[in-house]
């Protein structure tokens, strides 16, 4: 065994070489250094957490072989593509082989050529698998990808798994680790008791997403609703999930009439067909896939920018698994979950009779959903991990940016609705949603004249509202459970027991307003100026072009990220070109010289220079004074982009110092960080909404402007007056 320095090196050293990383994120790090002690371990990381780099970077490192155990095929052939891009032998046994190619997979385990070996539960465990894999240099340890099917108490036990625990008495001193997006702290003792895992260690990542916003909107128009978000990212990755198969086809066609191309998959469809939406989505020749859960285990796209949920999901760790699928790339992304009391019924009636546990994970979504708390906050808390929420919100979900406001006078809004109801029901004839909103609207239109309902009390009392307001408002109270809709074909509207109670004690109400939504800016990513963003798109055509001839995924070319920085540095040489992070050896190789022509092209059609976005950061930081103060570093004065990079912090935290600074030292002008119009259109907010709360400020913005900025504004002008 290696010493531990020794150790290091070579991570490093892999780490680099391979995929062109300077460092590993401080658990995978824990997590590769627990793999080459040769302990048990059960690994918690989230989605986007770079969890299959703990898996592959040791057996990079010693040279032996790891064996990776996965429920998907489409997830092994993914990750067998990605690693043989950065070079590295891997290969994967499953049913989808020819005989030839099993014969050179064996072949290769036989000589030891291979580092990873993905493997299904049950091809494993055959005889002929075990022998196999106990001849030659044998296994150095094995990694069982999620893990949390081997837990009844998870959201996706699968009976397969649970015979995992037969590795252990195959291969006894063999390390095992179990990995999973999604574990609670009972589904992550069960893995480690199911798996007879000796004494494992336990790595848990946070579970928080902070550059996706998550929103809960009701669904009174499901695809007007979801046309509108998917409109808030054109050209861009969305995934729209359905419960049913025939909702996938049903919301795709109603999108496509719309103008947005979307494509349906669900298991029902034939293989071919599946494999090709998968492969035009990973290559970005397809934008917005409509689909059931079946899509997306083992589908990679880092750049998704939105994760649409038509009905509610089954679960907490479904939904987190599934809105997971969105920014892995950790550019701003959104979840938007479409939520309706029916759904939860419909779902409910279909769960009946099952395992109860089922309905207990459901209830656990219907109450985040109609809670009015942070989501972040929430998510996090489920999975047993707290979520400080700062004062002005996270500023990433629809609870604290106000997406989700009160309805100031609820309670009369409420009261009439629910009078007008009865009023309705005590007439003869049964009547649905829409007759209830056009009595409140006041319509004359002939259902409602039919029924005499013209002449019930409530009518018109609403009628200077809008329709489609009326029609949310009354969908809330089904919501809430104060009315009901019956099933059939034509649902009738009835007023609950609960809906009574209202009108009788004066039980409080809360309905929400729906605020105009605008797409996500919470800034945590890479912002490109005018001239690299054209770039990028180039780089992006290019990509695409060449993940459709080589048939790979277009994000195992290069990320997004990479990407960007590549066109925001523009390097004008091979060297230059490596040196940028998440370009590795064999990527230059392959893809060097494109890129580089490209560069060089745009340059000279454009003017724009080259290597400038690295030299003037370093120019600038070597004008500062070396582990100056912050306020050495204002005064230079300095961007907020080289001061996070000298003092290694986030921008979050430069503009809190730059709020104090500005508070304490009163500079003249803050226009070194702001711009003038900026400055003057949080002035003219600031003093059109009053107060000392910043949230009202940034509605007033139509969250334009972040929380950092507004407060540092504030500072300023309070040192102005
Ligand atoms: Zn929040």
Same mark, same amino acid.
């Given at each position: 065994?290696?010493?531990?320095?020794m150790?290091?090196?070579?991570?490093?050293?892999?780490?680099?070489?391979?995929w062109?990383?300077?460092?590993?994120?401080?658990?995978?790090?824990?997590?590769?250094?627990?793999?080459?002690k040769n302990?048990?371990?059960?690994?918690?990381?989230?989605t986007g957490?770079g969890k299959?780099?703990?898996?592959?970077l040791?057996?990079?490192?010693?040279?032996?072989?790891?064996?990776?155990?996965?429920?998907?095929?489409?997830?092994m052939?993914?990750? *067998?593509?990605?690693?043989?891009v950065?070079?590295?032998p891997?290969?994967? %046994?499953?049913?989808?082989?020819s005989a030839e190619?099993e014969?050179?997979?064996v072949?290769?385990?036989?000589?030891?050529?291979?580092? %990873?070996?993905?493997v299904s539960p049950?091809?494993?465990?055959?005889?002929?698998?075990?022998?196999?894999?106990?001849?030659?240099?044998g296994?150095?340890?094995?990694?069982?990808?999620?893990?949390?099917?081997?837990s009844?108490?998870?959201?996706?036990?699968?009976?397969?798994?649970r015979?995992?625990?037969?590795?252990?008495?195959?291969?006894?001193?063999?390390p095992?680790?179990?990995?999973?997006?999604?574990?609670?702290?009972?589904?992550?003792?069960?893995i480690?008791?199911?798996?007879?895992?000796e004494?494992?260690?336990?790595?848990? /990542?946070?579970?928080?997403?902070?550059?996706?916003t998550?929103?809960?909107?009701?669904?009174d128009?499901?695809?007007?609703?979801?046309a509108?978000?998917?409109?808030?990212?054109?050209?861009? /990755?969305?995934?729209v999930?359905? $419960?049913?198969?025939?909702?996938?086809?049903s919301?795709?066609?109603?999108?496509?009439?719309?103008?947005?191309?979307?494509?349906?998959?669900?298991?029902?469809?034939?293989?071919?067909?599946?494999?090709k939406?998968?492969?035009?989505f990973?290559?970005?020749?397809?934008?917005?896939?409509?689909?059931?859960?079946?899509?997306?285990?083992?589908?990679?796209?880092?750049?998704?920018?939105?994760?649409?949920?038509?009905c509610i999901?089954?679960?907490?760790?479904?939904?987190?698994?599934e809105?997971?699928?969105?920014?892995?790339?950790?550019?701003?992304?959104?979840?938007?979950? $479409?939520?309706?009391?029916?759904?939860?019924?419909?779902?409910?009636?279909?769960?009946?009779?099952?395992?109860?546990?089922?309905?207990?994970?459901?209830?656990?979504?219907r109450r985040?959903?109609?809670?009015?708390?942070?989501?972040h906050?929430?998510?996090?808390?489920?999975?047993?991990?707290?979520y400080p *929420?700062?004062?002005g919100?996270?500023?990433?979900?629809?609870?604290?940016?106000g997406?989700?406001?009160?309805?100031g006078?609820?309670?009369?809004?409420?009261?009439?609705?629910?009078?007008?109801a009865?009023?309705?029901?005590?007439?003869?004839?049964?009547?649905?949603?829409?007759? %209830?909103?056009?009595?409140?609207?006041?319509s004359?239109?002939?259902m409602?004249?039919?029924?005499g309902?013209?002449?019930?009390?409530?009518?018109?009392?609403?009628?200077?509202?809008?329709?489609?307001?009326?029609?949310?408002?009354?969908?809330?109270?089904?919501?809430? /459970?104060l009315?009901?809709?019956?099933?059939?074909?034509?649902p009738?509207l009835?007023?609950?027991?609960?809906?009574?109670?209202v009108?009788?004690?004066?039980?409080?109400?809360?309905l929400?307003?729906? *605020?105009?939504?605008?797409?996500?800016v919470?800034?945590t /990513?890479?912002?490109?100026?005018?001239?690299?963003?054209?770039?990028?798109?180039?780089?992006?055509?290019?990509?695409?072009?060449?993940?459709?001839?080589?048939?790979?995924?277009?994000?195992?070319?290069?990320?997004?990220?990479?990407?960007m920085?590549?066109?925001?540095?523009?390097?004008?040489?091979?060297?230059?070109?490596?040196?940028?992070?998440?370009?590795?050896?064999k990527?230059?190789?392959?893809?060097?010289?494109?890129?580089?022509?490209?560069i060089?092209?745009?340059?000279e059609?454009?003017?724009?220079? %080259?290597?400038t976005?690295?030299?003037?950061v370093i120019?600038?930081?070597?004008?500062?004074?070396?582990n100056?103060?912050?306020?050495?570093?204002?005064?230079?004065?300095?961007?907020?982009?080289?001061?996070?990079?000298?003092?290694?912090?986030?921008?979050?935290?430069v503009?809190g110092?730059?709020?104090?600074?500005?508070?304490?030292t009163?500079?003249?002008?803050?226009?070194?960080w702001?711009?003038?119009?900026?400055?003057?259109?949080?002035?003219?907010?600031?003093?059109?909404?009053?107060?000392?709360?910043?949230?009202?400020?940034?509605?007033?913005?139509?969250e334009t402007?972040?929380y950092?900025?507004i407060?540092?504004?504030?500072a300023?002008?309070?040192?102005?007056s």
């Amino acid at each position: 065994m290696a010493a531990p320095v020794m150790e290091q090196e070579g991570v490093s050293e892999a780490l680099n070489r391979v995929w062109g990383f300077n460092e590993l994120r401080p658990l995978q790090s824990e997590v590769v250094s627990a793999s080459l002690k040769n302990r048990d371990a059960v690994v918690v990381m989230p989605t986007g957490g770079g969890k299959s780099l703990c898996f592959q970077l040791p057996a990079i490192v010693t040279n032996t072989l790891t064996v990776v155990i996965s429920p998907l095929i489409a997830l092994m052939k993914d990750q *067998v593509d990605s690693l043989s891009v950065v070079g590295v032998p891997a290969a994967a %046994l499953n049913s989808s082989l020819s005989a030839e190619e099993e014969a050179s997979i064996v072949a290769k385990l036989r000589a030891g050529d291979l580092r %990873l070996l993905y493997v299904s539960p049950e091809r494993l465990l055959l005889p002929a698998t075990l022998n196999l894999l106990k001849q030659g240099r044998g296994v150095a340890r094995f990694a069982i990808d999620e893990a949390h099917c081997i837990s009844a108490w998870g959201h996706d036990f699968r009976p397969e798994f649970r015979l995992l625990h037969r590795i252990k008495e195959a291969f006894p001193g063999v390390p095992v680790q179990a990995f999973t997006a999604t574990a609670t702290p009972k589904v992550q003792r069960d893995i480690a008791i199911q798996l007879g895992l000796e004494r494992p260690l336990k790595f848990v /990542g946070i579970f928080d997403r902070p550059n996706l916003t998550y929103r809960i909107v009701s669904k009174d128009d499901t695809v007007g609703r979801i046309a509108e978000a998917v409109g808030r990212y054109p050209d861009e /990755g969305v995934i729209v999930y359905c $419960l049913a198969r025939k909702d996938t086809e049903s919301i795709a066609n109603a999108l496509v009439a719309r103008g947005i191309s979307a494509v349906a998959y669900h298991a029902g469809l034939p293989n071919d067909v599946r494999r090709k939406v998968s492969e035009n989505f990973a290559q970005e020749k397809v934008n917005v896939i409509v689909a059931t859960v079946a899509f997306g285990m083992g589908i990679d796209r880092g750049n998704v920018r939105c994760v649409i949920h038509e009905c509610i999901p089954k679960s907490m760790e479904g939904y987190q698994q599934e809105t997971g699928r969105a920014g892995r790339d950790g550019q701003p992304s959104e979840c938007v979950l $479409l939520y309706s009391h029916g759904d939860v019924l419909r779902l409910k009636r279909l769960l009946a009779g099952g395992d109860p546990h089922h309905l207990t994970l459901l209830e656990e979504v219907r109450r985040f959903a109609t809670s009015h708390e942070c989501r972040h906050k929430a998510l996090s808390e489920h999975f047993g991990q707290e979520y400080p *929420v700062s004062e002005g919100g996270c500023g990433a979900c629809d609870v604290c940016t106000g997406g989700m406001k009160r309805l100031g006078n609820s309670q009369a809004v409420a009261t009439r609705i629910l009078e007008t109801a009865i009023a309705l029901s005590e007439g003869e004839k049964s009547f649905g949603v829409g007759v %209830l909103a056009g009595v409140l609207l006041g319509s004359r239109v002939k259902m409602i004249l039919e029924r005499g309902a013209d002449r019930a009390p409530g009518f018109g009392a609403f009628a200077s509202e809008e329709k489609e307001r009326v029609s949310s408002w009354i969908h809330q109270m089904v919501d809430l /459970g104060l009315l009901q809709v019956s099933s059939g074909d034509y649902p009738v509207l009835s007023v609950t027991e609960a809906g009574r109670e209202v009108l009788e004690t004066g039980a409080e109400v809360s309905l929400i307003e729906n *605020v105009a939504l605008v797409r996500s800016v919470k800034a945590t /990513g890479t912002e490109l100026d005018a001239v690299s963003e054209e770039l990028y798109v180039k780089f992006r055509t290019w990509r695409r072009a060449t993940s459709a001839e080589k048939g790979v995924p277009a994000y195992v070319i290069f990320h997004d990220a990479t990407l960007m920085r590549v066109a925001s540095i523009r390097p004008s040489t091979p060297e230059n070109l490596r040196a940028i992070s998440g370009v590795g050896d064999k990527q230059a190789a392959e893809y060097g010289s494109s890129l580089l022509r490209m560069i060089r092209e745009f340059a000279e059609e454009t003017g724009a220079g %080259l290597d400038t976005g690295a030299t003037p950061v370093i120019q600038s930081t070597k004008a500062l004074p070396k582990n100056g103060s912050y306020a050495d570093h204002f005064e230079a004065p300095a961007s907020i982009e080289d001061i996070c990079r000298i003092a290694s912090v986030k921008p979050t935290t430069v503009w809190g110092h730059l709020a104090t600074w500005v508070a304490t030292t009163k500079p003249k002008s803050i226009e070194p960080w702001l711009d003038a119009e900026t400055i003057a259109r949080v002035k003219a907010a600031l003093a059109a909404v009053g107060g000392t709360q910043l949230k009202p400020v940034f509605e007033y913005l139509s969250e334009t402007v972040p929380y950092d900025k507004i407060r540092v504004v504030r500072a300023f002008l309070e040192t102005e007056s």
